[in-house]
C-alpha cells in the first residue's frame, strides 16, 4: 500500500441487469475502499449505445441500491466524456503514439486469412505504422480511418496482480488495436484508460475476464505518462454443478434476489464468501466484512456458488432481523399479491411466530397470508381432517372459546378440556383446529396461533365449517 489514497471503481457496461458477478466485484471494490478510508467510485460504460439500455442503467442502480453499496462519486457515464477521450486522442496522434490506419475490414480479413493459412497467429500487421524510414501510401481518397495505438513492439508488459501474481506478456504479443473507430467513436480498452487515469484509480479490481485487456491498457497508460494502478483479477464463479455460472444456478439479476425474499445482508455476507474467507468464519455484519477484507486472502481459484448456504445465512438473518422490518416487507409482498395486509392481527405478532421456521421472506408471506386473506381451506383437506368427530370437538371447543380469556395459557387449557371431554389425543383435536383456522395441517404451536389470530377472526372461521 503507498501513501496515496486508495480509489476503487465499478465500471459495469448497461447491457444487461447486475448479477452476481457483477455485485461480487462491486462489493471487493467497495470494501477495499471502506478498509483503507479511501473512495469507491460508480462509472457506467455505455459506449455500445447498440445494447445499452436507460433500464439497464436503472437495473445497476436499483441493485447497487438495494445492496447498499454507495458511491463516493458517481454515476459517471462514458457517453458524455465523449469529448475528453477525443482530445487524448489528439495529443496521442501529435505525439506520435498513435496513427490514422486505412486498412478496410475486407484487408483487414484477407490479412488475417493469409496468416491463418501460414499457421501464423492472426493480427493486424502494422502496415500504416509510421517507423522512421518507412515510406507510407497516400491515404485512400474518400476513407475514413481508424485511430491505432502504437505500441511497443520489444519487451514485456508486466504488474504484480494482487490475485493472481505476477504476470508477463511480451509485447511483441500484442497488435496496435483501435483507439477511435473510423466513425470517431473511441474503443473500450481506450476509454478504461482514460476514465482510470482521469479519475485517480490506484486499484482496479475486476474480473478475471479482463486479464487479457490488462497489458494493452498499461501500454497506453505508460505511454500518456499516467500511473498505472494495481490490478486484482477476481476469478469466475461456477455454479453449484461446476459449470460456468448460468440463469439456472445464480447468474441472474441481483434485484431477482429482492423478489425472491432474501435480505441484502444475508447476500452480502454470502458474496462475501465467494472467493474469499476470514478464517472459519461464515456469518458476519457488513462492517465485520469491511474491517477484515483485504485483498491478500481472495482465492485465485474459482468459487462455486451454493444455493444451499444462501438459503441458510438468509434464514438466520430473518431470524436476527427486527419484527418491525420483517413485517414491513411482508406487508410489501402481501400487497403485491393483492391482500390487504390490515385486515388480519399484527403482522408483527405473526412475523414473530413464523421468522425462526422460514428460509426466504415470500415464505414468511405465505404464512402470514392464512392470517389475513379470505380464507377457504382447500376441500381435500377438510375432508381428509375435518371428520365428524372432530366437528364435534371442534363445536365444543368453540363454546369454550367464545368466552375464555384470551391468552395462550387459557387458550391452551380450553383445548385440554375438550380433549378431555371427547376422549381425544392433541393431534386429533388440534390439526383440524388448524385446517379450520389456517387452511394448514401444520402451524406453529395452536395456542400461539389462536392468540395471534384473535377471537373475532377464530370463531368467525370456526362458524363457517361447523
Known amino acids: 500500500m503507498s501513501a496515496t489514497p486508495v480509489r476503487t471503481r465499478f465500471a459495469p457496461s448497461p447491457t444487461g441487469?447486475?448479477?452476481?458477478?457483477?455485485?461480487?466485484?462491486?462489493?471487493f471494490a467497495w470494501a477495499f475502499a471502506r478498509r483503507h478510508g479511501g473512495s469507491f467510485v460508480l462509472r457506467i460504460e455505455d459506449?455500445?449505445?447498440?445494447?445499452?439500455?436507460?433500464?439497464?442503467?436503472?437495473?445497476?442502480?436499483?441493485?447497487?441500491?438495494?445492496?447498499?453499496?454507495?458511491?463516493?462519486?458517481?454515476?459517471?457515464?462514458?457517453?458524455?466524456?465523449?469529448?475528453?477521450?477525443?482530445?487524448?486522442?489528439?495529443?496521442?496522434?501529435?505525439?506520435?503514439?498513435?496513427?490514422?490506419?486505412?486498412?478496410s475490414p475486407e484487408e483487414l480479413d484477407a490479412i488475417r486469412e493469409a496468416q491463418r493459412a501460414r499457421g501464423e497467429k492472426p493480427r493486424y500487421d502494422g502496415r500504416w505504422r509510421p517507423e522512421a524510414g518507412k515510406e507510407l501510401p497516400a491515404p485512400p481518397a474518400g476513407v475514413q480511418p481508424v485511430v491505432r495505438f502504437r505500441g511497443p513492439t520489444e519487451g514485456v508488459v508486466a504488474w504484480d496482480d494482487l490475485v493472481k501474481g505476477r504476470i508477463e506478456i511480451a509485447n511483441a504479443e500484442l497488435d496496435d488495436f483501435i483507439i477511435a473507430r473510423a466513425d470517431g467513436t473511441p474503443t473500450y480498452n481506450f476509454c478504461v484508460v482514460v476514465d482510470d487515469w482521469d479519475m485517480g484509480i490506484t486499484?482496479?479490481?475486476r474480473g478475471d475476464d479482463h486479464v487479457n485487456n490488462t497489458p494493452r491498457q498499461i501500454n497506453v497508460l505508460e505511454a500518456l505518462g499516467a500511473d498505472v494502478p494495481l490490478y486484482a483479477h477476481l476469478s469466475m464463479i461456477l455454479g453449484d454443478d461446476g459449470t460456468k455460472l448460468s440463469k439456472r444456478h445464480g447468474a441472474v439479476s441481483v434485484m431477482q434476489y429482492d423478489d425472491e425474499g432474501?435480505?441484502?445482508?444475508?447476500?452480502?455476507?454470502?458474496?462475501?464468501?465467494?472467493?474469499?474467507?476470514?478464517?472459519d468464519d461464515e456469518v458476519f455484519s457488513r462492517q465485520q466484512f469491511v474491517e477484515w477484507f483485504d485483498l491478500d486472502h481472495i482465492t485465485p481459484s474459482a468459487a462455486q456458488f451454493n444455493t444451499e448456504k444462501l438459503n441458510w445465512l438468509n434464514a438466520h438473518y430473518i431470524r436476527q432481523a427486527e419484527n418491525g422490518r420483517l413485517a414491513a416487507e411482508v406487508a410489501n409482498r402481501l400487497a403485491r399479491r393483492g391482500v390487504n395486509p390490515e385486515t388480519g392481527p399484527s403482522l408483527e405478532a405473526v412475523v414473530a411466530l413464523y421468522k425462526d421456521r422460514v428460509s426466504n421472506l415470500n415464505e414468511l408471506a405465505d404464512s402470514a397470508e392464512l392470517f389475513v386473506a379470505d380464507l377457504h381451506p382447500a376441500p381435500e383437506v377438510l375432508g381428509q381432517h375435518l371428520t365428524d368427530t372432530a366437528k364435534a370437538a371442534l363445536a365444543s371447543l368453540r363454546t369454550r372459546l367464545a368466552a375464555v380469556e384470551w391468552n395462550k395459557a387459557a387458550l391452551s387449557q380450553a383445548i385440554k378440556e375438550t380433549m378431555a371431554a371427547h376422549g381425544l389425543k392433541m393431534p386429533q383435536v388440534a390439526i383440524p383446529l388448524r385446517v379450520v383456522v389456517l387452511g394448514v395441517p401444520q402451524t406453529p404451536s395452536i395456542d400461539a396461533v389462536l392468540e395471534v389470530l384473535g377471537r373475532e377472526h377464530v370463531l368467525a372461521r370456526l362458524d363457517r365449517q361447523l
Request: charged share 20%; aromatic share 12%.
Open 262 to 279: 432474501y435480505l441484502p445482508e444475508a447476500v452480502i455476507n454470502y458474496l462475501a464468501r465467494l472467493g474469499w474467507s476470514h478464517g
Open 203 to 205: 486499484h482496479v479490481i
Open 47 to 103: 459506449t455500445d449505445v447498440a445494447r445499452s439500455t436507460p433500464e439497464a442503467v436503472q437495473a445497476i442502480l436499483d441493485g447497487m441500491s438495494w445492496l447498499g453499496l454507495d458511491a463516493d462519486e458517481g454515476p459517471f457515464y462514458q457517453m458524455q466524456r465523449m469529448d475528453r477521450y477525443k482530445e487524448v486522442i489528439a495529443q496521442m496522434l501529435e505525439a506520435g503514439t498513435a496513427y490514422h490506419c486505412y486498412t
Open 17 to 27: 441487469y447486475l448479477h452476481i458477478g457483477g455485485a461480487r466485484t462491486a462489493l
